[in-house]
C-alpha cells in the first residue's frame, strides 16, 4: 500500500473559483437598472400576491364573494361578543355555595331539598356570610341545585315547544323571567342573569322561528314563498302577522312589569314582522324599565335591552344613551343618598357598584362600535358633558364609575384633544362608586396610545402630578404614575420623571411594599430599562437604586433579568463598579429558584447571566478578569451553560495574551489551568469535548504542546467514556459525536506526534472506539473510519495542509521527515481501518444506504492512496456492492466506475480479499 502524494497548494488554485469585480454590492440598496427583474404572472389567474392586492382583472363576482364573507365575519361578532361577555360575568362574579329562595321562586322547589333561615335581615346577612344558613327561616338551597334547576326548566320549555304546548313554553318563560325580580343574593346574581338569558334567547330564536315558518309555508308545508334577508313588513302573510300580534299581547298581558320587559326583549326581533322600523320599540321599552325600583335588577334589564338591540338590522343609539343616562341616575341617588355609620351598608354599596359596572362597560360598547365622530360628539352632549358639540365636557357631574367606562372607549382622539377637559371631569366625580385614581391612570393610558400637541400633554401631566403629589398612599400613586412614565420618557420631561422617582422613593421608605405594589414598581422600572439604550443612562436616574433595593421576590427576579438583558445587548461591560453591581444581581437572580426553571431560553437566567460573563472585559487587566472567571465558576457552579462561557471566556483571554508582548507564559498556564480544572464539571458530554479540542487547540497555538496533549487524551477519554441505553441516543447526539470526531482529527494533523506513544496514538484510540461502541450504526462508523483514513493519509504527506500558528512547533512533515518507521505505523493502521471499513458497510441491512456507503468509502480509498495491486480487489469489491444495491443510472456509481477504469492497473474484477 502506497498513500497518494497530495499538492495541496496545486490543488487550492485548481480548484478555486474565478473571480469577477462587481459593478455593485449584492445587497446595495440602489442596484443597477439592468439588474433589476420585473415580476410578471402572464396572465395566469391562478396567481395571487398577497403584497401587490387584488389583481387588476379580478371579477366582480370574486370581490362581491370577498365581501360577503366579511359582512358574515361582521354580523357574528356580536354574538361572540356576548358569548364572551356571559362568561366574563361568570368568572368576576362567582356565586356563593348556598343562594336563599324568595316567595317568587317556588318554581325552582321542584325536587329540590331546602333548607330552613330566618328572614330577619336575609339581605345584608347573605352578603355578610352567603355560607351561613344556621338560623331557621328563609329556604336555602346550593348553587348547584339552584343552576341545575334552572337548566332543568330549560329543557322543560323545550320539550313543551316541540310538543307544540306553547303555552307552557310561555308560562315556563315567564317565571324564569320573574326569577330577576329577585336580587336577595347579589354576588349570584350575575350568575342567574346568565342562566336566564339563555333561556330567554332560546325562546326568542323559537318564536322566531315559528312566525317565520308561518310567513314562508302554508299550514300543509306548502313553501309560500322565500323571506329574503332584508324583507320588509308588507312581505308578510296575513297568518304570520297575526300570530305575531298574538304573541306581542300574550307578553304584554304579564302583570309584573321585569317579566313583561324581558320577554318582549327576547322576541324583539318579530316586530319585523309588524312593522318596518321595529328600532322605535326601543325607546318605549327604554322608557318602562325606569319603572324597575331596584338599581341591580334595571340595570341588568337595560344591559338586555343592548344586547336584544343588536340583532335588530339596525337602529339608533340614542335609546342606549338614554340607557346610561339612566343608570348614572341612579347611582348618584345611591352616591348621595346619606351614610350611615353601619360598615355593611357602604359595603354593599361597593358591591352594588361592582355588579353594575359591567352592565355599562358593555352598553359603552355598543354605543361607540362604528361611531363617526359626530355621532360621537352627540353622545357626550346627551351624556350631559357638553353644552354643544363645540363645548364638549362641560361642567355637569358624572358618576364616576361611569366616566370610567366612557372613558375607556372614547376614541382616541377625542381623549388627546380634550385632556385638560377631562382631566376637569375626574377631579369633581370623585366618589367611592369607583377608585377615582383608575380615572386618572386610564387617562394616562389613553393618551400613551397616540401623539398629541405638546402643550396639551404637558398642561394634563403637569395637573396629574400635582394631583398625584397629594396622594400619600403608595399603591395609588404609583397605579398612577404608572401610566405617564411612557408619555414622560417619550417627551423627554426628566423634571417631571426626577418627581415621579422621588416620590416613590419617599413613600416605599421604612414600608414594607405589598404584592400588587411591586407589580407596579416592576412595570416602572421595566418601563425605564426598555426606554434608555445603555445602563449607564438609568443608573445616573436619581432613587432608581434606592428603588431597587426596596424589591425583593418574582418582581426583583424579573427586573434583574431586565437589566442583564439591557446591558448584554450593546457593547462589552467594562466598568469595575457595573460589573460589580451586575455580578451581584446575577447571584440574586441564581439563588432566586423558581427563575432558575424558567424555561424561555432567549431569557432563561443561565442565559443572561452567560451573556453578562462573555460581555465583560477588563482589558489590559487580564488577571484581574481570571480572577472574576473563578468568582463566576464559584458563586454559580451549578449552570451548565456559565461553566461553558467560563471556558470560552479563558480560552479567549489566552489568546488575547499571545498579542501582548508583555505578559508570560505563565498567565497562558493559568489560563489553560482553569480550563482544565472546570471543563470535568461540565454534564453534556459532546460539549465537553468540543471544549476540550478548543482548549486544546488554544493550548497548541500558544506553544502548550503538552498540555495540549493531555486535553486531547482527556477528549478522546471523554469519547470512550460515552455511551447511552437503549433508545436514549437521537439523531442529533450521533450527529454531534461524528462531528467532534471529525474536528479532533482535522486537529490531530497539526498535533506533533508522541514519540513515546506512537505517532498514531490518538487515532489508534479512535478506531478502538468505532469498533466497541454498539450504539454506532454501520452508516456513522463508515464515515468515521473514512475520515481516519483521510487523517493517516495527509499525515503522510511530505507537506502538511496546514500547521500551527507558532513558529516553536513543528508539524508531522518535518518532525518525521523520511522516517520509514512513521510511515509504516501509519500504513499499519490504514491496513485496519481498510478490513474495519469493509466489515461496517457488509452490516449495514439497507440496500440504497449500503451501496451510498460503498462509494463513499471507494471514493475515500482512491483520494488516499495510489491505485496499486493492493487497493484494487478493495475498490472493485465495493464497486460490486454499489452495483447491487443502487440503479446503474446512479450518476455517482457512473463516475466512480468511470475514474477507476482509468487509474486501476487492472480491469475491475471482485475477488476476495484479504487485507
Same mark, same amino acid.
Given at each position: 500500500?502506497?498513500?497518494?502524494?497530495?499538492?495541496?497548494?496545486?490543488?487550492?488554485?485548481?480548484?478555486?473559483?474565478?473571480?469577477?469585480?462587481?459593478?455593485?454590492?449584492?445587497?446595495?440598496?440602489?442596484?443597477?437598472?439592468?439588474?433589476?427583474?420585473?415580476?410578471?404572472?402572464?396572465?395566469?389567474?391562478?396567481?395571487?400576491?398577497?403584497?401587490?392586492?387584488?389583481?387588476?382583472?379580478?371579477?366582480?363576482?370574486?370581490?362581491?364573494?370577498?365581501?360577503?364573507?366579511?359582512?358574515?365575519?361582521?354580523?357574528?361578532?356580536?354574538?361572540?361578543?356576548?358569548?364572551?361577555?356571559?362568561?366574563?360575568?361568570?368568572?368576576?362574579?362567582?356565586?356563593?355555595?348556598?343562594?336563599?329562595?324568595?316567595?317568587?321562586?317556588?318554581?325552582?322547589?321542584?325536587?329540590?331539598?331546602?333548607?330552613?333561615?330566618?328572614?330577619?335581615?336575609?339581605?345584608?346577612?347573605?352578603?355578610?356570610?352567603?355560607?351561613?344558613?344556621?338560623?331557621?327561616?328563609?329556604?336555602?338551597?346550593?348553587?348547584?341545585?339552584?343552576?341545575?334547576?334552572?337548566?332543568?326548566?330549560?329543557?322543560?320549555?323545550?320539550?313543551?315547544?316541540?310538543?307544540?304546548?306553547?303555552?307552557?313554553?310561555?308560562?315556563?318563560?315567564?317565571?324564569?323571567?320573574?326569577?330577576?325580580?329577585?336580587?336577595?343574593?347579589?354576588?349570584?346574581?350575575?350568575?342567574?342573569?346568565?342562566?336566564?338569558?339563555?333561556?330567554?334567547?332560546?325562546?326568542?330564536?323559537?318564536?322566531?322561528?315559528?312566525?317565520?315558518?308561518?310567513?314562508?309555508?302554508?299550514?300543509?308545508?306548502?313553501?309560500?314563498?322565500?323571506?329574503?334577508?332584508?324583507?320588509?313588513?308588507?312581505?308578510?302573510?296575513?297568518?304570520?302577522?297575526?300570530?305575531?300580534?298574538?304573541?306581542?299581547?300574550?307578553?304584554?298581558?304579564?302583570?309584573?312589569?321585569?317579566?313583561?320587559?324581558?320577554?318582549?326583549?327576547?322576541?324583539?326581533?318579530?316586530?319585523?314582522?309588524?312593522?318596518?322600523?321595529?328600532?322605535?320599540?326601543?325607546?318605549?321599552?327604554?322608557?318602562?324599565?325606569?319603572?324597575?325600583?331596584?338599581?341591580?335588577?334595571?340595570?341588568?334589564?337595560?344591559?338586555?335591552?343592548?344586547?336584544?338591540?343588536?340583532?335588530?338590522?339596525?337602529?339608533?343609539?340614542?335609546?342606549?344613551?338614554?340607557?346610561?343616562?339612566?343608570?348614572?341616575?341612579?347611582?348618584?341617588?345611591?352616591?348621595?343618598?346619606?351614610?350611615?355609620?353601619?360598615?355593611?351598608?357602604?359595603?354593599?354599596?361597593?358591591?352594588?357598584?361592582?355588579?353594575?359596572?359591567?352592565?355599562?362597560?358593555?352598553?359603552?360598547?355598543?354605543?361607540?362600535?362604528?361611531?363617526?365622530?359626530?355621532?360621537?360628539?352627540?353622545?357626550?352632549?346627551?351624556?350631559?358633558?357638553?353644552?354643544?358639540?363645540?363645548?364638549?365636557?362641560?361642567?355637569?357631574?358624572?358618576?364616576?364609575?361611569?366616566?370610567?367606562?366612557?372613558?375607556?372607549?372614547?376614541?382616541?382622539?377625542?381623549?388627546?384633544?380634550?385632556?385638560?377637559?377631562?382631566?376637569?371631569?375626574?377631579?369633581?366625580?370623585?366618589?367611592?362608586?369607583?377608585?377615582?385614581?383608575?380615572?386618572?391612570?386610564?387617562?394616562?393610558?389613553?393618551?400613551?396610545?397616540?401623539?398629541?400637541?405638546?402643550?396639551?400633554?404637558?398642561?394634563?401631566?403637569?395637573?396629574?402630578?400635582?394631583?398625584?403629589?397629594?396622594?400619600?398612599?403608595?399603591?395609588?400613586?404609583?397605579?398612577?404614575?404608572?401610566?405617564?412614565?411612557?408619555?414622560?420618557?417619550?417627551?423627554?420631561?426628566?423634571?417631571?420623571?426626577?418627581?415621579?422617582?422621588?416620590?416613590?422613593?419617599?413613600?416605599?421608605?421604612?414600608?414594607?411594599?405589598?404584592?400588587?405594589?411591586?407589580?407596579?414598581?416592576?412595570?416602572?422600572?421595566?418601563?425605564?430599562?426598555?426606554?434608555?439604550?445603555?445602563?449607564?443612562?438609568?443608573?445616573?436616574?436619581?432613587?432608581?437604586?434606592?428603588?431597587?433595593?426596596?424589591?425583593?421576590?418574582?418582581?426583583?427576579?424579573?427586573?434583574?433579568?431586565?437589566?442583564?438583558?439591557?446591558?448584554?445587548?450593546?457593547?462589552?461591560?467594562?466598568?469595575?463598579?457595573?460589573?460589580?453591581?451586575?455580578?451581584?444581581?446575577?447571584?440574586?437572580?441564581?439563588?432566586?429558584?423558581?427563575?432558575?426553571?424558567?424555561?424561555?431560553?432567549?431569557?432563561?437566567?443561565?442565559?443572561?447571566?452567560?451573556?453578562?460573563?462573555?460581555?465583560?472585559?477588563?482589558?489590559?487587566?487580564?488577571?484581574?478578569?481570571?480572577?472574576?472567571?473563578?468568582?463566576?465558576?464559584?458563586?454559580?457552579?451549578?449552570?451548565?451553560?456559565?461553566?461553558?462561557?467560563?471556558?470560552?471566556?479563558?480560552?479567549?483571554?489566552?489568546?488575547?495574551?499571545?498579542?501582548?508582548?508583555?505578559?508570560?507564559?505563565?498567565?497562558?498556564?493559568?489560563?489553560?489551568?482553569?480550563?482544565?480544572?472546570?471543563?470535568?464539571?461540565?454534564?453534556?458530554?459532546?460539549?465537553?469535548?468540543?471544549?476540550?479540542?478548543?482548549?486544546?487547540?488554544?493550548?497548541?497555538?500558544?506553544?502548550?504542546?503538552?498540555?495540549?496533549?493531555?486535553?486531547?487524551?482527556?477528549?478522546?477519554?471523554?469519547?470512550?467514556? +460515552?455511551? #447511552?441505553? !437503549?433508545? @436514549?441516543?437521537?439523531?442529533?447526539?450521533?450527529?454531534?459525536?461524528? %462531528?467532534?470526531? $471529525?474536528? /479532533?482529527?482535522?486537529?490531530?494533523?497539526?498535533?506533533?506526534?508522541?514519540?513515546?506513544?506512537?505517532?498514531?496514538?490518538?487515532?489508534?484510540?479512535?478506531?478502538?472506539?468505532?469498533?466497541?461502541?454498539?450504539?454506532?450504526?454501520?452508516?456513522?462508523?463508515?464515515?468515521?473510519?473514512?475520515?481516519?483514513?483521510?487523517?493517516?493519509?495527509?499525515?503522510?504527506?511530505?507537506?502538511?495542509?496546514?500547521?500551527?500558528?507558532?513558529?516553536?512547533?513543528?508539524?508531522?512533515?518535518? +518532525?518525521? #521527515?523520511? !522516517?520509514? @518507521?512513521?510511515?509504516?505505523?501509519?500504513?499499519?493502521?490504514?491496513? %485496519?481501518?481498510? $478490513?474495519? /471499513?469493509?466489515?461496517?458497510?457488509?452490516?449495514?441491512?439497507?440496500?440504497?444506504?449500503?451501496?451510498?456507503?460503498?462509494?463513499?468509502?471507494?471514493?475515500?480509498?482512491?483520494?488516499?492512496?495510489?491505485?496499486?495491486?493492493?487497493?484494487?480487489?478493495?475498490?472493485?469489491?465495493?464497486?460490486?456492492?454499489?452495483?447491487?444495491?443502487?440503479?446503474?443510472?446512479?450518476?455517482?456509481?457512473?463516475?466512480?466506475?468511470?475514474?477507476?477504469?482509468?487509474?486501476?492497473?487492472?480491469?475491475?474484477?471482485?475477488?476476495?480479499?484479504?487485507?
Amino acid at each position: 500500500m502506497e498513500f497518494k502524494p497530495r499538492n495541496y497548494t496545486a490543488e487550492r488554485a485548481a480548484h478555486a473559483l474565478p473571480r469577477v469585480c462587481a459593478d455593485n454590492h449584492p445587497l446595495s440598496v440602489s442596484p443597477s437598472p439592468h439588474r433589476q427583474v420585473d415580476v410578471v404572472d402572464h396572465g395566469n389567474s391562478d396567481f395571487f400576491d398577497p403584497l401587490r392586492g387584488l389583481a387588476d382583472n379580478a371579477t366582480v363576482s370574486e370581490v362581491q364573494d370577498l365581501e360577503s364573507t366579511f359582512s358574515e365575519a361582521s354580523t357574528q361578532l356580536p354574538t361572540k361578543e356576548w358569548i364572551s361577555f356571559k362568561r366574563f360575568l361568570m368568572q368576576r362574579f362567582p356565586a356563593s355555595k348556598m343562594v336563599s329562595i324568595s316567595s317568587m321562586s317556588h318554581v325552582l322547589m321542584k325536587g329540590v331539598k331546602t333548607y330552613e333561615k330566618s328572614s330577619t335581615s336575609t339581605h345584608l346577612e347573605e352578603l355578610d356570610d352567603p355560607e351561613k344558613y344556621s338560623e331557621d327561616g328563609v329556604k336555602v338551597i346550593t348553587r348547584q341545585e339552584y343552576v341545575s334547576r334552572l337548566h332543568e326548566l330549560k329543557d322543560e320549555i323545550n320539550r313543551a315547544w316541540r310538543a307544540n304546548d306553547r303555552v307552557t313554553s310561555l308560562k315556563l318563560s315567564i317565571k324564569v323571567a320573574r326569577l330577576l325580580m329577585d336580587t336577595s343574593v347579589l354576588h349570584f346574581y350575575p350568575t342567574l342573569f346568565v342562566l336566564a338569558m339563555d333561556i330567554m334567547d332560546m325562546v326568542g330564536d323559537m318564536v322566531w322561528e315559528r312566525i317565520k315558518w308561518k310567513a314562508e309555508f302554508a299550514e300543509d308545508g306548502t313553501r309560500i314563498c322565500s323571506l329574503p334577508e332584508n324583507f320588509q313588513a308588507s312581505d308578510i302573510c296575513y297568518d304570520a302577522k297575526e300570530t305575531c300580534n298574538n304573541w306581542f299581547c300574550k307578553i304584554g298581558s304579564i302583570r309584573e312589569l321585569l317579566p313583561r320587559i324581558y320577554l318582549e326583549l327576547a322576541i324583539l326581533p318579530c316586530w319585523r314582522f309588524l312593522v318596518d322600523q321595529p328600532e322605535d320599540n326601543l325607546q318605549r321599552l327604554v322608557m318602562m324599565t325606569r319603572g324597575l325600583a331596584d338599581p341591580l335588577a334595571s340595570a341588568y334589564c337595560r344591559l338586555f335591552i343592548a344586547h336584544c338591540a343588536q340583532k335588530l338590522p339596525s337602529c339608533d343609539i340614542g335609546y342606549l344613551v338614554k340607557c346610561v343616562n339612566d343608570i348614572n341616575i341612579l347611582l348618584m341617588r345611591i352616591v348621595s343618598a346619606k351614610e350611615t355609620t353601619h360598615r355593611n351598608s357602604t359595603d354593599n354599596k361597593r358591591l352594588l357598584f361592582a355588579l353594575i359596572e359591567p352592565t355599562i362597560e358593555y352598553i359603552m360598547k355598543c354605543i361607540f362600535k362604528d361611531a363617526s365622530e359626530r355621532q360621537v360628539d352627540n353622545v357626550l352632549v346627551d351624556l350631559g358633558l357638553g353644552r354643544n358639540q363645540v363645548d364638549l365636557f362641560g361642567s355637569l357631574p358624572c358618576v364616576s364609575i361611569v366616566l370610567h367606562q366612557l372613558l375607556k372607549e372614547l376614541p382616541a382622539e377625542i381623549v388627546t384633544s380634550n385632556a385638560v377637559e377631562i382631566l376637569h371631569i375626574i377631579e369633581r366625580s370623585n366618589d367611592y362608586s369607583f377608585d377615582q385614581c383608575l380615572n386618572y391612570r386610564l387617562l394616562g393610558f389613553r393618551l400613551s396610545e397616540r401623539r398629541s400637541q405638546m402643550d396639551i400633554i404637558h398642561v394634563a401631566v403637569d395637573k396629574v402630578i400635582q394631583v398625584v403629589s397629594q396622594n400619600n398612599r403608595l399603591g395609588e400613586y404609583l397605579k398612577v404614575v404608572d401610566a405617564y412614565v411612557d408619555i414622560v420618557l417619550q417627551n423627554q420631561m426628566d423634571n417631571h420623571l426626577n418627581t415621579i422617582l422621588g416620590g416613590i422613593s419617599n413613600r416605599a421608605c421604612n414600608k414594607v411594599v405589598t404584592e400588587d405594589e411591586l407589580a407596579s414598581l416592576q412595570t416602572i422600572l421595566v418601563k425605564l430599562l426598555t426606554h434608555f439604550k445603555c445602563l449607564e443612562d438609568v443608573l445616573a436616574l436619581n432613587h432608581f437604586l434606592e428603588i431597587l433595593d426596596i424589591m425583593y421576590g418574582s418582581s426583583r427576579s424579573i427586573v434583574n433579568m431586565h437589566v442583564l438583558n439591557m446591558v448584554t445587548r450593546n457593547s462589552y461591560i467594562r466598568d469595575p463598579t457595573t460589573i460589580q453591581m451586575l455580578f451581584e444581581i446575577s447571584q440574586a437572580l441564581h439563588d432566586d429558584l423558581d427563575f432558575v426553571n424558567v424555561k424561555d431560553d432567549d431569557n432563561h437566567p443561565a442565559h443572561l447571566i452567560s451573556r453578562f460573563v462573555r460581555m465583560v472585559d477588563y482589558g489590559t487587566e487580564m488577571e484581574r478578569h481570571l480572577t472574576f472567571l473563578v468568582e463566576c465558576r464559584g458563586a454559580f457552579g451549578s449552570l451548565n451553560e456559565l461553566k461553558e462561557t467560563l471556558v470560552h471566556s479563558s480560552n479567549c483571554l489566552a489568546i488575547k495574551t499571545l498579542k501582548d508582548a508583555k505578559k508570560h507564559l505563565s498567565f497562558v498556564k493559568s489560563c489553560m489551568a482553569f480550563s482544565e480544572v472546570t471543563l470535568p464539571s461540565i454534564s453534556a458530554p459532546i460539549k465537553q469535548l468540543n471544549l476540550y479540542l478548543e482548549t486544546a487547540e488554544v493550548a497548541l497555538l500558544c506553544g502548550l504542546v503538552s498540555h495540549s496533549d493531555g486535553l486531547l487524551d482527556s477528549g478522546i477519554s471523554c469519547l470512550l467514556s +460515552l455511551d #447511552f441505553a !437503549d433508545g @436514549s441516543r437521537t439523531l442529533a447526539d450521533i450527529e454531534g459525536i461524528l %462531528s467532534a470526531i $471529525q474536528k /479532533l482529527c482535522s486537529l490531530l494533523v497539526m498535533v506533533p506526534g508522541n514519540p513515546e506513544k506512537g505517532v498514531t496514538y490518538s487515532p489508534n484510540n479512535i478506531l478502538s472506539l468505532v469498533n466497541s461502541k454498539s450504539w454506532m450504526t454501520p452508516g456513522i462508523r463508515t464515515r468515521i473510519l473514512c475520515t481516519i483514513l483521510t487523517l493517516t493519509a495527509t499525515l503522510s504527506q511530505n507537506k502538511l495542509p496546514y500547521h500551527v500558528d507558532n513558529r516553536e512547533i513543528f508539524g508531522n512533515d518535518l +518532525l518525521f #521527515f523520511g !522516517d520509514s @518507521s512513521y510511515l509504516h505505523e501509519l500504513v499499519s493502521l490504514s491496513k %485496519s481501518v481498510l $478490513q474495519s /471499513l469493509v466489515d461496517a458497510i457488509e452490516k449495514e441491512p439497507s440496500r440504497a444506504a449500503r451501496g451510498s456507503m460503498a462509494l463513499e468509502a471507494c471514493n475515500c480509498i482512491a483520494s488516499s492512496f495510489v491505485l496499486s495491486h493492493g487497493i484494487s480487489p478493495i475498490c472493485s469489491k465495493l464497486i460490486e456492492t454499489a452495483k447491487l444495491c443502487l440503479s446503474a443510472s446512479d450518476k455517482y456509481l457512473q463516475s466512480t466506475i468511470k475514474f477507476l477504469d482509468k487509474n486501476l492497473p487492472n480491469p475491475m474484477v471482485a475477488p476476495s480479499i484479504a487485507v
